[in-house]
């Protein structure tokens, strides 16, 4: 199957600084990337749709400024949490789908997750 | 009412049990439909994708039922390594793909 790597797997930040986190579809191309942010306990939630070439999509709620898509390549999408704060302690997780998947189905591929703790 | 409902759990298990799983779809124009496992601390992984005339992976069996809205995942002679988080996973085509993803039901099992 499809392979989705994130970098870096974990993350200890001070609060107030920002912190990158890079999304790859390694044997694919994706025209959409979807961020998603799971706290303990809790299902995942969709942060953004990540549009490659264009502005992403923010679900209702997240702050645009505070979280910085960018979708430069079809391969590569990047989340950037500016000026971190503890509440922003969570599990990011981003996910893929294949171009070339003409399949109704839309499955998605998931990264293996960031975990970020802000200190 | 949230677009996607699963039982709350969680399910506490013997080795060995049959042990099902319910989720219900408040958008009528959802088109695809997948049990996803997540184990703690770990991305989720796809179990299989759920068709109308239902579908078996060994011991997994995933059925939809369009009319009622409803999904389910039956899980024979439970092994310990089933022990993970099952989430229903609901897409819609005309939502640019998004997924709407259920709480999850905690499963369990034990030797």
């Known amino acids: 199957g499809a392979v989705v790597s994130q970098h870096p797997s974990w993350v200890i930040c001070k609060s107030g600084t920002s912190v990158k986190i890079e999304c790859r579809s390694l044997?694919?191309?994706?025209?959409?990337m979807f961020w998603y942010r799971q706290f303990p306990k809790q299902s995942l939630m969709l942060m953004a749709t990540?549009?490659?070439?264009?502005?992403?999509?923010?679900e209702q709620g997240v702050e645009k400024d505070k979280f910085l898509i960018n979708h430069a390549s079809l391969t590569l999408s990047t989340l950037t949490v500016t000026s971190a704060h503890p509440e922003d302690s969570s599990f990011y997780i981003c996910?893929?789908?294949?171009?070339?998947?003409?399949?109704?189905?839309?499955?998605?591929?998931f990264g293996p997750g960031t975990r970020l703790t802000v200190t | 009412r949230k677009e996607v409902e699963q039982d709350p759990g969680p399910f506490n298990v013997p080795e060995g049990a049959t042990v099902a799983f319910n989720c219900t779809y408040s958008?009528?124009?959802?088109?695809?439909f997948f049990w996803y496992r997540q184990d703690c601390r770990k991305e989720p992984k796809l179990l299989m994708s759920?068709?109308?005339s239902g579908n078996e992976d060994g011991r997994f069996t995933a059925q939809l039922n369009r009319a009622s809205q409803y999904i389910s995942l039956l899980i024979r002679d439970s092994k310990l390594s089933d022990s993970a988080t099952y989430l229903c996973?609901?897409?819609?085509?005309?939502?640019?793909?998004?997924?709407?993803f259920g709480d999850g039901t905690t499963l369990t099992v034990k030797p």
């Open positions: 996910s893929a789908r294949d171009l070339t998947d003409s399949r109704a189905s839309y499955e998605q591929y």
């Open positions: 958008n009528s124009a959802s088109q695809s």
């Open positions: 996973v609901v897409n819609t085509r005309t939502n640019a793909g998004k997924s709407t």
């Open positions: 044997d694919f191309q994706a025209t959409t």
């Open positions: 990540s549009n490659e070439g264009s502005k992403a999509t923010y």
């Open positions: 759920v068709y109308s």
